[in-house]
């Protein structure tokens, strides 16, 4: 112990961190040498004077490459962390350099990207002008990895279930979770002001794909409802490909409900007068919560608190 402790404080360097990123992403030495523009022998020698300092074996070796053990797995996982909060310190320094305001990278899921995100990166413009902001937009499983590893810093999305959620993660919820059927502006159904679940029985339905985090819930209320999952359905998680085709034929879709009075507010869609409350995760912000957050990360999560707190549906207590 006394020798691991001792290397990490006095001898762990930037070029090792690098080192296992590289061999944990290509598993091949002579790529990983190609990719850090040194010779294999040299990657193999830096490898075992890593190992040999740190006293453990981080990779097994094999004919076709190279795998992390379970201590190679726990140092690059970190690694990761470092290398990008070390990025991070770079791009705040060059833009207090440059006189910006820093810099923050947001994640955010498709759905909130037109309703939530726009609103919020204005009123951020408007305090704090010379801020840069990066906007990654993906699903919850493509941002999570991502922000646990440092390359993003906040994500405004579904919060994650009990079942899901861990402690390095911290979150604040901004909305309920309810959902509400909506059809496109010239639907047969779109000016009705009362409906029964049955009239909804003649038409197809865009859903979440079999298997997606919001499929189950959704598929199970609509049930209780007793309305049943014809098999001429279309399957995605893009609002882009719900708006479109929506709007071009009369199946019926659902979104969560700050997501559908966006576009009814903007003429695009109709939402029908039949709700699924509590049906999804709140919509909230999640972050690491080992994080050192930035100025510019703080700044970003104030402004989408500011303009939740403005729309429909949000949580009491926001600060506008």
Same mark, same amino acid.
């Given at each position: 112990?006394a &020798?691991?402790d001792?290397y990490?404080?006095a ?13 944990d992403d290509l598993r091949?030495?002579?790529?990983v040498?190609?990719s850090?523009?040194i010779s294999q022998?040299?990657v193999s020698?830096a ?5 040999k300092?740190?006293?453990i ?6 004919a076709?490459?190279?795998n ?8 690059? /996982?970190?690694?990761r962390? %470092?290398?990008?909060?070390?990025? &991070?310190?770079r791009?705040?320094? =060059?833009?207090?350099?440059?006189g910006?305001?820093g810099k923050?990278t947001?994640g955010a899921?498709?759905a909130?990207?037109p ?5 919020a990166?204005a009123?951020?413009?408007? /305090? ?6 990066l906007v990654h937009?993906?699903a919850?499983?493509t941002?999570l990895p991502e922000? /646990? =590893?440092?390359? !993003?810093?906040l994500i %405004?999305g579904?919060l994650?279930s009990?079942r &899901? ?6 979150e604040?919820p901004?909305f ?19 409906? /029964?679940?049955?009239d ?8 979440p794909?079999?298997?997606?985090l919001?499929r ?6 609509l049930?209780q409802h ?15 490909v !719900?708006?479109?085709y929506l709007?071009s034929?009369?199946a019926?879709g659902?979104l ?14 109709a939402?029908?007068p039949?709700?699924?409350?509590d049906?999804l995760?709140? !919509? ?5 919560r080992?994080a ?12 989408i608190?500011a303009v939740?707190a ?5 949580l009491?207590g926001l600060?506008?």
């Amino acid at each position: 112990m006394a &020798q691991l402790d001792w290397y990490i404080r006095a001898n762990l360097k930037p070029r090792h961190l690098q080192l296992l990123v590289a061999l944990d992403d290509l598993r091949n030495l002579g790529k990983v040498a190609a990719s850090l523009n040194i010779s294999q022998p040299a990657v193999s020698l830096a490898l075992g004077e890593l190992e040999k300092g740190l006293g453990i074996r981080l990779f097994d070796r094999t004919a076709r490459g190279v795998n992390p053990n379970i201590y190679g797995e726990c140092l690059i /996982r970190q690694a990761r962390v %470092v290398l990008g909060s070390l990025a &991070q310190a770079r791009d705040e320094l =060059r833009a207090l350099l440059s006189g910006a305001s820093g810099k923050t990278t947001l994640g955010a899921l498709p759905a909130m990207a037109p309703a939530v995100v726009p609103k919020a990166l204005a009123l951020l413009k408007q /305090r704090t002008p010379g801020t840069t902001v990066l906007v990654h937009e993906g699903a919850m499983e493509t941002l999570l990895p991502e922000l /646990r =590893r440092g390359a !993003i810093d906040l994500i %405004v999305g579904r919060l994650l279930s009990h079942r &899901q959620s861990s402690d390095d993660l911290s979150e604040k919820p901004l909305f309920e979770g309810s959902s509400t059927v909506v059809v496109g502006a010239a639907h047969p159904l779109a000016r009705r002001k009362r409906l /029964r679940w049955s009239d909804l029985s003649a038409f197809p339905w865009v859903l979440p794909p079999v298997g997606s985090l919001p499929r189950e819930p959704l598929e199970s209320a609509l049930q209780q409802h007793g309305v049943a999952i014809p098999s001429n359905t279309i399957e995605t998680l893009s609002t882009h490909v !719900i708006l479109t085709y929506l709007q071009s034929s009369d199946a019926l879709g659902i979104l969560s409900k700050v997501v559908a009075d966006h576009y009814r507010d903007l003429g695009l869609l109709a939402v029908l007068p039949l709700e699924l409350p509590d049906v999804l995760r709140p !919509i909230g912000l999640t972050w690491r919560r080992d994080a050192a957050l930035s100025p510019a990360t703080i700044q970003m999560m104030q402004a989408i608190e500011a303009v939740s707190a403005a729309a429909p549906g949000a949580l009491p207590g926001l600060q506008a």
